[in-house]
């Protein structure tokens, strides 16, 4: 069980994270469900107030890539919040983790133009780890790769839209702000063909270290570490975040799926362990997340409906 009533500290976070691509190639999904919404200029200034209550900063971010495109965020106050064992329900969505699945219900409204997402998506782990990575020196931040790889099932109602496709499933929880610790980070995930699922970390830290984690899932209980590939610059995003990833040989930027003023997500065809993949490439730059004039342009993303 994920074990949703997991303790969040004062300014601190716990957010959950699905990422899935259709077998046909055609559609993609991410969700992140948050408590202590990491990205909410609403939970930023609470906290300058000192008032960094992470239950009252929820939300769960659904976006949907190919066609049709869609994104929603949400924020929701502790009102709209429960958080059990196996249930989390932020406003009118849900997860539920019963058995060995996860169950999301989504029923939420995009921006900037209005419109329903609703319906379901299911999550079937096909890779488990329980293991836990600090991603700092002092570990107040840690990394949970729930399932490395899993099957994902899209049943949309509106817009009305179905597939399935290979995923991933897995949780960051922290005691303090992404942007008090980290400066900067990357992080992907791709399959090879032997059914194994690799993840590639890159922590540049505020205290002049560096975090660095190459994984290699493929069922065993401990992961396998594999030889960290020489970094390799990709061209920076639209909104001039610098992206970054580690490959055997060549490296490009396949589809550009988010490109926002501090984040960039990124599908990247690369070579890695001898295989060409194709990775679900994320680069965060919390130097600029921090910024007033980024937290002034988030809520026409991320709206608020505390009540």
Not at 2 to 23: C, E, H, K, Q, T
Not at 216 to 224: C, M, T
């Amino acid at each position: 069980m994920i074990g949703f009533d997991r303790p969040v500290a004062r300014n601190g976070y716990v957010w959950w994270y699905v990422d899935a691509l259709s077998d046909d190639g055609r559609h993609g999904i991410t969700l992140i469900a948050f408590v202590g919404s990491v990205f909410s200029p609403y939970y930023a200034a609470a906290r300058r107030r000192g008032d960094g209550d992470p239950r009252h900063h929820a939300a769960l971010n659904v976006a949907l890539y190919g066609a049709p495109r869609a994104w929603s965020m949400t924020e929701r106050g502790r009102s709209r919040l429960h958080a059990g064992a196996g249930e989390l329900v932020i406003g009118p969505s849900a997860l539920d983790w019963r058995g060995d699945a996860l169950t999301i219900r989504i029923d939420e409204v995009t921006v900037p133009l209005p419109a329903r997402v609703r319906g379901t998506v299911h999550v079937h782990p096909e890779l488990r780890t329980d293991r836990v990575f600090s991603l700092d020196a002092a570990g107040c931040h840690r990394w949970r790769p729930i399932a490395p790889r899993a099957r994902v099932e899209v049943r949309l109602e509106r817009p009305s839209l179905r597939w399935q496709g290979t995923g991933y499933l897995d949780s960051n929880d922290g005691d303090a702000p992404l942007e008090e610790d980290f400066r900067y980070w990357t992080w992907s995930r791709n399959g090879q063909r032997d059914g194994s699922t690799t993840v590639l970390y890159d922590v540049d830290r505020r205290d002049g270290g560096a975090t660095s984690l190459a994984l290699r899932f493929n069922g065993r209980a401990d992961p396998e570490p594999v030889a960290a590939a020489p970094a390799l610059r990709l061209p920076r995003s639209g909104w001039r975040i610098e992206r970054v990833t580690r490959s055997d040989g060549r490296a490009e930027v396949a589809q550009a799926l988010e490109d926002a003023p501090f984040y960039a997500r990124s599908l990247v065809a690369t070579t890695l362990l001898g295989e060409h993949v194709l990775a679900m490439h994320e680069a965060l730059d919390l130097d600029r997340f921090r910024s007033r004039w980024v937290q002034a342009l988030l809520p026409f993303r991320m709206p608020r409906r505390a009540g």
